[in-house]
């Protein structure tokens, strides 16, 4: 998890760019230590939260194993939050996810 604090509230449209450009892009290939993952990314079933949020799934095979990483991105006011969850070898846990994410805008929204 990564918060990011700015001194003005995040602008809407800057989000919206980012999220533009994510859904543009629906796979990437990385190569590592000579071994070349191609990464599917679709969007990610996840509840809104902030003022807007968004969710992705890469999900790929690297040596015959399945690797993914899920990430939410939410504006919440003068911050962004982002949460990431890598999985090797089996499914991500999406409500883990989730949790982490609700606790962490209450807990910035009781401050």
């Known amino acids: 998890m990564e918060i990011s604090s700015f001194a003005d509230e995040v602008p809407e449209d800057s989000f919206e760019k980012a999220l533009d ?5 629906s796979e990437i290939t990385s190569t590592e ?4 993952t191609t990464f599917k990314i679709s969007s990610l ?4 939260l902030g003022e807007e949020s968004a969710a992705i799934r890469m999900a790929g095979t690297a040596d015959e194993m ?5 990430m ?7 911050n962004l939050v ?3 969850q890598a999985t090797i070898g089996g499914a991500a846990d999406s409500d883990a996810l989730e949790k982490a ?5 209450t807990n910035m929204e009781s401050d």
């Open 45 to 48: 079933s996840f509840p809104n």
């Open 72 to 78: 939410v991105i939410i504006r919440a006011g003068h």
């Open 21 to 25: 450009a994510l859904s543009t892009c």
């Open 82 to 84: 982002t949460l990431s």
């Open 101 to 105: 994410a609700r606790a962490t805008v």
């Open 66 to 70: 399945t690797v993914g990483l899920d």
């Open 33 to 36: 230590d000579g071994t070349t």
